[in-house]
């Protein structure tokens, strides 16, 4: 025969735990102590479990650029842009200097032919082809973006658009001029009509 004494609220505490106890082991996570996000207290009470796996080392956390980051990135584009239009005015400036030297290698040749064949020669350029003619050489072009100008005194006969610089057996010359201009910028070949001399000068 088992005696037992008590009164009701032992009895119904002694049941409330065992209910307990039965939920934990179903439930462990309900269990768990609870305490507030170190890494962001706006998330307010969450299970002590949930905290540690979110705040694990191993879990990425995005985030934004920076104002400091953001104008480094916009100072190397600028930087990077204006070195291409550094780069580009030379490249331009470079070939327009170079066509100059060879139209001045081309009347050269020129005067040469003329005092080796005892006969006068013409260099020609054709304004509109946007090319010069060497005696007894092929055409050669000029830059396509450069405009061309030429002061002669030689005739250009009844071909239209083209214009001539003689040379004569004795090396003088017909005298003139050619200017190779692009984007303000513009070389210039004089020809000496007295002793058929060239020169190239450049010109801002």
Do not use: C
């Amino acid at each position: 025969m088992i005696t037992a004494t008590g009164n009701r609220a032992g009895v119904v505490g002694l049941r409330q735990r065992t209910r307990t106890a039965r939920t934990r082991r179903r439930f462990p996570l309900l269990g768990s102590r609870v305490q507030r996000s170190p890494s962001n207290p706006a998330l307010g009470i969450l299970p002590r479990a949930f905290n540690r796996a979110r705040d694990a080392p191993g879990i990425a956390q995005t985030r934004g650029f920076t104002l400091i980051e953001m104008l480094a990135v916009i100072v190397l584009i600028a930087i990077a842009a204006s070195v291409a239009a550094v780069s580009l005015h030379g490249r331009s400036r470079g070939e327009l200097q170079a066509a100059a030297q060879r139209v001045a290698a081309g009347l050269r040749d020129t005067r040469t032919r003329a005092m080796a064949t005892g006969k006068p020669q013409w260099f020609s350029v054709d304004l509109r082809a946007h090319s010069y003619v060497v005696p007894g050489r092929n055409p050669r072009g000029l830059p396509s973006d450069a405009t061309v100008h030429v002061e002669s005194a030689a005739e250009a006969g009844d071909q239209s658009g083209i214009a001539r610089i003689g040379y004569f057996p004795d090396g003088s010359s017909s005298g003139g001029n050619i200017t190779l201009s692009e984007a303000r910028r513009s070389a210039r070949v004089d020809v000496d009509w007295l002793t058929g001399a060239v020169t190239v000068s450049k010109q801002p």
